[in-house]
């Protein structure tokens, strides 16, 4: 089972481990496994994903991968999974949270540069594909699982967040052929809920639509922002209950 516990019985994969969301499912992996964890965490910041662990008991290993950089992705994404070589697992666990907000203040009909759709989709999209393929071809005779930290933007059109809304709903969908296709795989689509970190804060200060200015500044104003350690925390248990259909997107709010 998933859940299962054992010395370095579990591995777990978390890009995008820096800050925020990131950064809470380092620190829940490690209050419910703590030694029992191999964490690899993958962030463009080193700094902050060792503030965040320091005190772990879980062992973390750190790399920094640019997934918006073409040349050798797949060899780069390897690098990842060979942090974890040499170790004895029951189970690994992909959290596949690297990406990036779209330029929000202009609307997707204003967005005519091919040259930065391109870089935008390869870095949120084809990155996405490409370390999935890497992780599931990877640790043979082990049971994985593949969650993508998803949003109500793969499922809803948002103004000025065009592009956003565009590749989420592709993630969205490669995980759920991906469920089909391989039905060994346990995967999940997960959405964290509306949450105030630095993208939801440049969503609100940059985008060109009041609409969406005045979504995010309420909830500011009324304290509606979901805490990301809650939802780190009900991420894994919604793992650890396996309450869902494979790649069934499942919300914060979902679950109570």
């Not at 969301?21 to 060792?50: D, P, T, V």
């Not at 320091?54 to 073409?70: L, P």
């Not at 997960?190 to 309420?218: C, L, W």
Request: proline share 2%; charged share 20%.
């Amino acid at each position: 089972q998933w859940y299962q516990r054992r010395v370095r019985g579990q591995l777990f994969i978390i890009t995008g481990a820096s800050g925020g969301f990131g950064s809470a499912i380092l620190r829940q992996i490690n209050a419910a496994f703590g030694e029992n964890a191999l964490i690899i965490a993958s962030g463009r910041n080193h700094a902050k994903i060792s503030d965040t662990t320091s005190n772990f008991t879980a062992e973390v290993r750190k790399i920094s991968v640019d997934f918006g950089k073409r040349e050798e992705i797949k060899s780069r994404c390897l690098e990842i999974m060979k942090l974890g070589d040499g170790e004895s697992f029951d189970h690994v666990t992909l959290f596949n949270n690297h990406g990036s907000m779209n330029e929000v203040d202009k609307l997707l009909a204003e967005s005519d540069d091919a040259v930065k759709f391109d870089d935008y989709m390869f870095l949120n999209v084809t990155s996405f594909q490409i370390l999935t393929c890497v992780f599931l071809n990877h640790f043979p005779a082990i049971k994985h699982t593949c969650v993508n930290i998803s949003s109500i933007c793969a499922l809803q059109a948002f103004p000025s967040m065009g592009m956003y809304c565009t590749s989420k709903a592709a993630r969205h969908m490669i995980y759920r052929c991906i469920a089909k296709e391989n039905p060994d795989v346990n995967v999940l689509n997960y959405s964290p809920g509306p949450m105030d970190t630095s993208m939801t804060q440049y969503i609100t200060q940059t985008t060109v639509d009041a609409s969406i200015k005045q979504m995010f500044s309420d909830l500011s104003a009324q304290g509606r922002w979901v805490d990301v350690d809650e939802s780190a925390k009900k991420m894994l248990t919604i793992l650890k209950d396996g309450s869902y259909e494979q790649g069934q997107h499942v919300d914060f709010f979902d679950r109570s």
